[in-house]
Structure formats: structure tokens, C-alpha cells
């Protein structure tokens, strides 16, 4: 199976910060690279597929990119609801999540 | 609106058996995959399978090749996962999901169906 690797594993950021998370994958994915928000107690929440296509009602504060197996999630600037944990998923070969980072308010 | 609702809470004997439902409203239920994750307590995502409403076709991530089994029945518009032989490390929150076909993204979420297993 694909693994995923994702970094850092938690972070503390403030609002208005702009936050960078990396994920990479054990081999190619091209862009099967999908990315998910959850908070405590609830479901994900789907966030952004192919890499960089932003799902609709996401903010715009919100962008990913990469392809093959280095991928990023950025938040240009941070809101209150934001902090959460996230997840990126392959969805290349079957499907395989990262561990998740966790972003905590500083 | 588009939802995937699942059923209620199961608390299971190692070795048994459990059986999770995940009913579609609100859109074409075979115009979509139906996924299945997994979240142990405290713990990240876990992949687990998917099915194909319309073909009936399915994958598994291999750890659960042989113990878990996805199926559908479209006159009800319900996907179900099965998982077998249950031990205490199965206790988690299990997670249906509506995706693309083309991407395998998961873009709708049910909330969730809690399994605990314990003697």
C-alpha cells in the first residue's frame, strides 16, 4: 500500500498567521491528492481534490498544490474555525490517509 | 439535501460480527462510490474500502482483505460494511462517505457509527 507521511504533526499558530502543512507519499500519486479538515467529535470535512482544486464553498484562504509525492496545504490567513485537525489522502491505489496534523492556537 | 445516514451504536463481543448501514437521500445513489473510513479513539483516518453502487464492484485495503465485506442493495439506496471476527483493536468510529469515481475523493460524510468491542 501507498503511505502517506504528513509534517509537522501538530503546530501552534495565531490568527492572521499563514501556515504551510507537507504530506508525502511512499511513491508516485500524480495528483490523487485530496485534503480534509476535522474537528473533535465531528466528520471530516472534505476540503480540496486533485491536488489543488478547491472544493466549492471552501474559503479561498484555503490552496493546495504539488504532484507526484510531495504535496502542501496552505492557510494564508488563519481564522478562529480553522484551527482543527488535518488530513491528506491518496487516493491513487485504493486510498491511504497521513496521520494527521493537529493546529493548535499559540 | 444531499446526506448519508448511518446507524446507531454497536457494542460487540470479540470474535463476533457487525454489520454498519449508511442510507443515501438526496441524489443519485448509483451515480456515486460509497466509502468506508475508520477512526479509533483518539487516532487518525483509516481507509478501509469502497464500493461501486452501480456495478456492485469492490476494493479493500488489504489489511481487511478477508474480513470485510461492502455491499449495497440500490432498491433502498444503502451501502453496508460487514467486518468479521472482531477484536478490541476494531473498536472505532466507522465513517460512510459519498465520492467521485474518477478521483476517489470523498466530498459528503455520514456521521459516524461508533462500534465498541469488548468481553
Known amino acids: 500500500d501507498i503511505q502517506m507521511t504528513q509534517s509537522p504533526s501538530s503546530l501552534s499558530a495565531s490568527v492572521g498567521d499563514r501556515i504551510t502543512i507537507t504530506c508525502r507519499a511512499s511513491?508516485?500519486?500524480?495528483?490523487?491528492l485530496n485534503w480534509y479538515q476535522q474537528k473533535p467529535g465531528e466528520a471530516p470535512k472534505f476540503l480540496i481534490y486533485?491536488?489543488?482544486s478547491l472544493q466549492s464553498g471552501v474559503p479561498s484562504r484555503f490552496s493546495g498544490s504539488g504532484s507526484g509525492t510531495h504535496f502542501t496545504l496552505t492557510i494564508s490567513s488563519l481564522q478562529p474555525e480553522d484551527f482543527a485537525t488535518y488530513y491528506c489522502?491518496?487516493?491513487?491505489?485504493?486510498?491511504?490517509f497521513g496521520q494527521g496534523t493537529k493546529l493548535e492556537i499559540k | 439535501q444531499v446526506q448519508l445516514v448511518q446507524s446507531g451504536a454497536e457494542v460487540k463481543k470479540p470474535g463476533a460480527s457487525v454489520k454498519v448501514s449508511c442510507k443515501a437521500t438526496g441524489y443519485r445513489f448509483t451515480g456515486y462510490n460509497i466509502y468506508w473510513v475508520r477512526q479509533a479513539p483518539g487516532q487518525g483516518l483509516e481507509w478501509m474500502a469502497w464500493i461501486n453502487p452501480n456495478s456492485g464492484g469492490t476494493d479493500y485495503a488489504q489489511k481487511f482483505q478477508g474480513r470485510v465485506t461492502v455491499t449495497r442493495d440500490t432498491s433502498i439506496t444503502t451501502a453496508y460494511i460487514e467486518l468479521n471476527s472482531l477484536r478490541s483493536d476494531d473498536t472505532a468510529v466507522y465513517y460512510c462517505?459519498?465520492?467521485?469515481?474518477?478521483?476517489?475523493?470523498?466530498?459528503?460524510w455520514g456521521k459516524g457509527t461508533t462500534v465498541t468491542v469488548s468481553s
Open positions: 489522502q491518496q487516493s491513487s491505489f485504493r486510498g491511504s
Open positions: 462517505a459519498r465520492g467521485d469515481d474518477y478521483y476517489h475523493y470523498m466530498d459528503v
Open positions: 486533485a491536488a489543488s
Open positions: 511513491q508516485s500519486i500524480n495528483n490523487y
